[in-house]
């Protein structure tokens, strides 16, 4: 096969107490065309982003290195995003989610998704964003002896995912900078509560339950100093009827969950004279992952 296109789902990882563990494929999609060429070459993104650092190609290297097939195929990359950049819904995982599989289509599939997922968390370090964004729908995920193990539970079909991403970026590594390097026995076991009862409420649909166990002591209470206006929209999205808000991966997309088809309608409103422009968008749970086109 000499060429490959393939989309991928934006991801919203963490859900609060969920941290570097759950995640959410979004319907809002990067699509990249791989072509074999007699070079390396990308077009469609930046000029900083044409290198061999360029995560598509880093996840595409990495599969033809394991495969141990000789020298990897030169290809040139063709990236259209349509996922926003350091904002919080998984733009870096979508690009080795993407790379990856283009690799594995290439070498006549060899791999599965599951055992790709494996693979490409060695170059994202935690698999909260690349299970959703290879398997689809929402997941939780972990490693062990380097394999990761990941599930899947179905969000109740009247549930609206609505983000709000401002303009302004914020970097993985300065939101991990923040936070601290331990926690406390209490906030642990917190945490795992709020996680188990916030699952079973995303399958039920619960506003309510939704909105209680959607706390968390490990990573929102220090990323949120990080996000001007966090208080702003948290505020704005109680008035409009929403009480389930939290941080969109690590920021600074702010994400609310709600059943009110018109929720987005309102803070679209409701945001305009805020000092930031906040892009809102309502985006559909996407249950297919990354595909070939």
Known sequence: MEQVTIRVPATTANLAAGFDVLGCALGLYNTLTFTLAEELGFSGCEAQYQNEQNLAYVAYARVWQELRRGDVPPVHIHIQADIPVCRGLGSSAALIAAGASAANFMAGKPFDKRQLLSLTTEIEGHPDNLAPALLGGLTASMMLGGQ?????????????????????????????????????????????????????????????????????????????????????????????????????????TILCITRDKDFAGKMERSVMPLEHRWQVRDLPVDYHGTVKL
Do not use: K, W
């Open 148 to 252: 990761v193990y990941s599930v899947d539970y179905l969000p109740h079909p009247e549930l609206r995912f609505v983000a709000l991403s401002p303009d302004f970026p914020l970097s993985t590594h300065e939101a991990r900078r923040v936070l601290p390097s331990m926690v406390s026995h209490g906030d642990a076991v917190r945490n795992a509560g709020y996680l188990a009862v916030l699952l079973r409420a995303i399958e039920q649909g619960s506003e309510e339950l939704i909105a209680a166990s959607l706390q968390d002591r490990l990573h929102q209470p220090y990323r949120r100093r990080l996000i001007p206006e966090y208080d702003r929209i948290e505020a704005l999205a109680n008035q409009n009827g929403c009480n389930a808000v939290c941080i969109s991966g690590a920021g600074p």
